[in-house]
DNA sequence: AAGTATACCAACCGCGAGCGC
DNA sequence: GGCGCTCGCGGTTGGTATACT
């Protein structure tokens, strides 16, 4: 069974903070400082919870906040730190000074995640065109149109720039082999 | 102009970890 | 070791603004 927590489901009041709570907070935490936050919580004379008062600051009040304008430098950041640590959002806040895990959370939740969406199903696209090529390529035996076998080299030209070397691979060339293929070198991929 | 859908973001919630008693 | 308190994190909710029909 989970465990209460406490300073959850207080009698504190909810919603949106006003000015003058903000004031308040600020005040009492440029005294004592930002911890003890149930405490900062009655010192400020605030019908509101500890976690939701450190929340507030973290979020809004902390000094060096930057808001709004996530500048392209930054959504590149953040899309490198999301591939490299997943949804850890705090520790890829602490890589973008003046920014804070809620907000960097919310960005990825409103823009980036639907961008990454598209950017995958794009590539998906893209790579089953080029399997579909591949394919036709060998189960049509259809060396005609842009490809072509060199017989002297075993190798199949694919347009105008691109080789496929058969040389260190052994025939049949199936589909079976071609996946194997594939999974092994997706590099080839980018040639068709 | 009014109603509805969608986007955005501040705030809330549940949970786990750390710490002191 | 057990308990309560505090803090921090990540997921989710809900209110407001904006876009669309």
Redesign the pocket.
């Known amino acids: 069974m989970?465990?209460l927590?406490?300073?959850?489901?207080?009698e504190?009041?909810?919603?949106?903070?006003a000015a003058e709570e903000d004031r308040k907070l600020a005040q009492v935490i440029e005294i004592h400082g930002?911890?003890?936050?149930?405490?900062?919580a009655a010192k400020a004379g605030l019908d509101?919870?500890?976690?939701?008062c450190?929340?507030?600051w973290?979020?809004?009040l902390r000094p060096n906040i930057k808001?709004?304008n996530i500048s392209d430098q930054e959504e590149d950041l953040i899309v490198r730190l999301h591939k490299l640590?997943?949804?850890?959002?705090?520790?890829?806040?602490?890589r973008l000074p003046g920014r804070?895990?809620?907000?960097i959370?919310?960005?990825w939740?409103?823009?980036l995640s639907?961008k990454m969406k598209q950017n995958e199903k794009q590539k998906k696209v893209s790579r089953d065109e080029k399997i579909e090529t591949l394919s036709n390529i060998i189960t049509k035996g259809s060396l005609e149109g842009p490809s072509t076998r060199d017989d002297e080299t075993n190798n199949y030209n694919v347009g105008k720039e691109v080789v496929f070397d058969c040389s260190s691979h052994e025939e049949p060339l199936n589909m079976e082999w071609m996946s194997k293929f594939l999974e092994l070198d997706e590099r080839w991929l980018d040639f068709v």
Request: with cysteine; aromatic share 10%.
């Open positions: 989970a465990r927590d406490s300073s959850n489901r207080s504190a009041s909810r919603g949106a903070w930002p911890r003890r936050w149930k405490l900062i509101r919870c500890g976690k939701s450190r929340l507030r973290m979020n809004y808001r709004g640590l997943g949804n850890r959002w705090s520790l890829i806040a602490g804070t895990d809620n907000e959370k919310n960005y939740n409103s823009h639907k």
